[in-house]
């Protein structure tokens, strides 16, 4: 392990995040930010985690790839994600620019190989090529270790999924020795995991490349008028033909400060269904994404705000909050809330009553409102007597409500 370390040390690694996805099945969250600006446990961005992950891991020089509706994901990493540039550390936007025609991005494969100017730029040894909208806590480091003692030419980072599940991912299959022999993207009939039945082995969406074999797959894919560009879809199955390609057990990661139970937790946050459900473990006794280990933090942008204020102990006007997250600057006057994310300056005002939401910077509620199950986009202000969540058909016609009957509030909406 010394001599692996010794060498990972003496590598130069440079650290790509795919940001630029639209997050369609997020909206309306997405209608106006990038899928990996959406917030997240109340003060933080999906983007902070994976940023975060690679900080944590000591890698300091990350690229962050954008396109879709990137300005407030771009005032986010400028204004909290700055590094010291004369130690040779960076987080930089690097948004479409058109620099090989005169399309945008026509896939994940070729948002990284209109990028390749910012390889070029630093002759990288190891390209770590993550996304940017996952929930998880990750020692990069080790993924790389094992990248160089299987010597291989692409590592994915890999977790078993329920097969139902799988079917939004991409697939895997791999010999006794990790070695992947066999590769779906979302398949309608999953492979199933020889010796864990009704699971299957799927795609993290990262993944660790030797640079050579990147930059010549990228470039030989840009030619090839019939791919579609994708990571899953064309440059795996394809080096799967020519090359080294491991799959890496994300259940062996060890991260500083976790708990057992918390090993191996992964949440892709694809619908709102499961972006909510990501939220609500968030506020459980013992989540198992724990945003209060000292020893790997969740950075972000800090904004001057007071703490939050509880105010009001007299009978029935009482400032509460139970199995909750209250982020700054915010002031709970006289309501009460139980299991719910209160993102920065939000005000719960007197008499109300509010569970199982989560509501988003500057969301004012006014006296007696009651709200249940639904998600508060930024700006909003409810008027008093207002209730959401409780007559599900009434809330269809003005909101957008989930299958499982979750109701989101668009921002800015006006009552």
Not at 41 to 60: A, P, T
Not at 261 to 282: C, H, P, Q
Not at 342 to 368: H, K, M, T
């Amino acid at each position: 392990m010394k001599d692996v370390l010794g060498k990972m040390s003496s590598l130069n690694v440079v650290s790509l995040i795919l940001a630029g996805g639209v997050g369609s099945r997020l909206f309306p969250l997405t209608a106006d930010r990038a899928k990996p600006a959406v917030p997240i446990g109340g003060r933080y961005r999906l983007i902070d985690i994976v940023l975060s992950n690679f900080v944590n891991s000591g890698l300091y020089k990350i690229k962050v790839i954008t396109q879709y509706k990137s300005d407030s994901l771009n005032k986010h990493l400028s204004r909290g994600w700055h590094f010291p540039y004369t130690l040779g550390h960076y987080v930089e936007a690097v948004p479409a620019q058109q620099r090989v025609g005169q399309s945008w991005f026509k896939g994940s494969a070729d948002a990284i190989y209109q990028s390749l100017n910012v390889l070029a730029d630093e002759y990288p040894d190891i390209v770590c090529l993550f996304g940017g909208d996952h929930i998880y806590s990750m020692d990069v480091r080790q993924m790389i270790n094992y990248h160089i003692r299987a010597d291989s030419d692409l590592t994915v980072a890999s977790i078993p999924v329920p097969v139902e599940e799988a079917k939004a991912f991409g697939v895997i299959e791999i010999d006794e020795e990790w070695k992947i022999k066999g590769f779906q993207e979302k398949p309608e009939q999953p492979k199933e995991i020889p010796d864990k039945p009704g699971y299957s082995l799927v795609s993290m969406g990262n993944y660790i490349f030797n640079s050579l074999p990147l930059v010549s797959e990228l470039t030989r894919d840009a030619e090839n008028p019939e791919s579609v560009h994708d990571f899953g879809k064309d440059i795996i199955p394809k080096m799967l033909e020519n090359y080294r390609v491991f799959a890496y057990d994300f259940s062996t990661n060890d991260v500083p400060g976790h708990t057992e139970s918390e090993k191996g937790y992964w949440r892709d946050v694809g619908t709102i269904s499961s972006y909510f459900e990501a939220n609500m473990d968030l506020v459980q006794v013992s989540p198992s994404f724990n945003l209060h280990n000292p020893r790997w933090p969740l950075h972000t942008y800090n904004r001057t705000l007071p703490p939050a204020k509880f105010v009001f102990s007299n009978g029935p006007r009482l400032g509460i909050a139970t199995n909750s997250l209250v982020s700054e600057g915010c002031i709970i006057s006289g309501g009460r809330i139980r299991r719910t994310l209160l993102s920065p300056s939000v005000r719960i005002n007197s008499f109300s009553e509010i569970e199982d939401a989560i509501l988003l910077d500057c969301v004012d509620v006014g006296r007696n409102v009651r709200l249940r199950r639904c998600i508060i986009d930024k700006n909003v202000r409810i008027p008093a007597g207002e209730v959401i969540g409780y007559d599900i058909e009434q809330d269809k016609k003005r909101f957008t409500v989930t299958e499982d009957d979750i109701v989101v509030v668009p921002k800015g909406f006006i009552f």
